[in-house]
């Protein structure tokens, strides 16, 4: 094969700080910080500051492949870390503070990290877990020395500010295969222990690249981006390099996730696009029903991470004008797989078209490949109509778990595609359908019902604040929907009208045989229906039809 005759230069992280410096200076990074206040930077300036922090690292004796932990909120300095870890070749490995203490214990220790790096708000967190943790595990306050917090149980404790005093402002970076890990992040799954994905510099340049590609309104040099979903989750959907490769400007919302708190961030910093999980939009859909109005300059926001419900979009689109952008993903794809983002004939399509197609996950990223296969492996059509097990292939695509050869082993199918656990619909003209997750879908009588759709369309019944649909065994059909629901505050929806509403929204059989009404639903560290928890909450409910 005759090959091509370019020059072969690594795909490489700090190349897009460095780039961002350069051509972008100005750009702001703005943050809400743990210790109180706003501050303020930019690329060119933190630059910088990331290259005297990549100096104090080496000083400290970070070697490469070195295992460098975060605990933090979305603020600079975690973003300067992404960047002076992997410059030097070491991991940045972000780990999620809302894990149950012991799946954090384990996870620093499976990944044996040798500094964990951590916001001052959470030091209680890190003293409680210190006995478990390594022994040689060494600590940083991400502070200064006037807010560092008090050494008890956390001797020898680093102070960031200090690591960087006196190193100098500008580095060579080594020149790294691009193939070298650079970042890591643990999936939390629902059974077992959590897993570790390893990104390498060129899974995640050529991740925020095509990122970037998939949604051109979310970037450009005149823009602002909020990222609510964390860095700590998932490269934070890839926006910490995809921000700076294409010079939008970032906010940092820091530790204040509440709807008031991001609103007025929002509107102060005129934010025009912000992503994160669907719980994060109700907290601000509420705040802007009583503002009624949007932030200023709001112009779009992503949701991902679990299914945007039909209600939510409507009313970002309808009532404040806001356009949706719904994506999917998982943290084994870096994490984007699909984006919303319409063509402009898509565009112009009546409302309730658009809604339509905005309801789905949206169609796939530039170098994400996807097939849906059934219970023996053999494709299916993409038809729109035939559900399967989707498998996703891609640069950005992990081919395994870190130091777990049980669950690599079962990862890919035979042809070298990752096996996604998700049940979805693939549309002639590329869009994907999430279906369920393949363990959640409910088996009635041999037909499947999808607890996805059922949520969705519970949603919309007033009076429904929160619900979740589960499969519950029954000796006629095998397994029958369960729907659980917490009420709106000061709403008390019946039973039967619940029922009612969605006889009209799905297929008679399709309706739950029971309503349950809680008052909180279980949440994963990431914000998402726990529903392992709810089943073992409800491990001993019956349906009345069953019984
Ligand atoms: P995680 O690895 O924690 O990001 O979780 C990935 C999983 O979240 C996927 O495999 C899906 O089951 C689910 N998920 C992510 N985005 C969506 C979405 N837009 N709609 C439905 N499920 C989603």
Redesign the pocket.
Known sequence: MLKGMMLDRPLSIPAIIDYAAEVHPNAEIVSVTVEGGIHRTNYKDIRKRIASLAHGLLALGVKPSDRVATLAWNGYRHFELYYAISGIGAVCHTINPRLFPEQLAYIVNHAQDSLLFFDITFAPLVTGLRPKLPSNLKYVAMTGRETMPAQDGLDGLLCYEDLLAGQPDTIVWPELDENTAAALSY???TTGEPKG?LYSHRSNVLHATSGVIGSPRAFGSDRKILPVVPLF??NAWGLPYSAPLSGTSLVFPGPKLDGASLFDLMDREKVHNSWG?PTVWLGLLNEMKLRGRKPEGLAQVL??????PQPMIETFERDFGVEVC????????S?I??LGTLTPEMEQLSFEERIALKVR??RRLFMVEMKIVDENGKELPKDGEAFGE?CVRGPSVASGYYNNEAATAQALDAEGWFR???VAKITPDGFLQ?V??TKDLVKSGGEWISS?DLENAALGCPGVAHCAVLAMPHPRWGERPLLVVVPKPDAKPAKEDILTYLSTKVASWQVPDDVLFVESIPL?A?A?ISKLELRKLLKDYVLPTAA
């Open positions: 999936t939390s799954g994905v989750h998932v999980v949701i991902g991470g679990s299914a945007a719904h994506g999917w993903g998982m943290t084994e794809m994490p797989g699909t996950q949206g989707l996604t656990g998700d999430i369920d997750r996805i994963t990431t998402k």
